[in-house]
């Protein structure tokens, strides 16, 4: 039961756009959100998070938007960059003590110069 | 200088052997992880200790054997190796658990 899903396996934009990575999550208890980045042969790399009394947390170019009525958040990358082309993995905690981070399958992005 | 590091970066072993992968990270951090990403790319969460004790024990088989001999290593000891055990396993870090985690470069594990 895949209970974080970022259903577009791969996302396509030109350079300077706007790129908009979408994860849905079933679990009403996840209350913490995590997007992480990966190039080829590294290890993810944590890139934003934001907590559920947000519903928006702003890095730099990254801003990460919540909709908790509607299990979803976003990672919108303005402008975009050639050095973003990775994957971006969606990730999610739930509440309470210790909890384990449930990540996404990961959309592949690529930014077209 | 590294923050996690796991070593070998690749491994290719035949079926049952058995093999280990060692991590350590020099960020100070409490807790620290294990993760698989098998061929469709899923990241699970194997195990996870803080302070040296476990906390987290997903569904793996009992051939997976962490060990932590103190909180800076958290190494991973798999027996029997099967053909399905071949992946990318990830180390990583962090300050508590549930927060943002610092990842190793990760282990290929190719079993033939």
Known sequence: DQQVKQNSPSLSVQEGRISILNCDYTNSMFDYFLWYKKYPAEGPTFLISISSIKDKNEDGRFTVFLNKSAKHLSLHIVPSQPGDSAVYFCAARGSGGYQKVTFGTGTKLQVIP | ?112
């Open chain 2, 1 to 112: 200088d590294t923050a996690v590091s796991q070593t070998p970066k690749y491994l290719v072993t035949q079926m049952g052997n058995d093999k280990s992968i060692k991590c350590e990270q020099n960020l100070g951090h409490d807790t620290m992880y294990w993760y698989k990403q098998d061929s469709k790319k899923f990241l699970k969460i194997m195990f996870s200790y803080n302070n040296k004790e476990l906390i987290i024990n997903e569904t793996v088989p009992n051939r997976f054997s962490p060990k932590s001999p103190d909180k800076a290593h958290l190494n991973l000891h798999i027996n029997s190796l099967e053909l399905g055990d071949s992946a990318v396993y990830f180390c990583a870090s962090s300050r508590w658990g549930g927060s943002e985690a610092f990842f190793g470069q990760g282990t290929r594990l190719t079993v033939v």
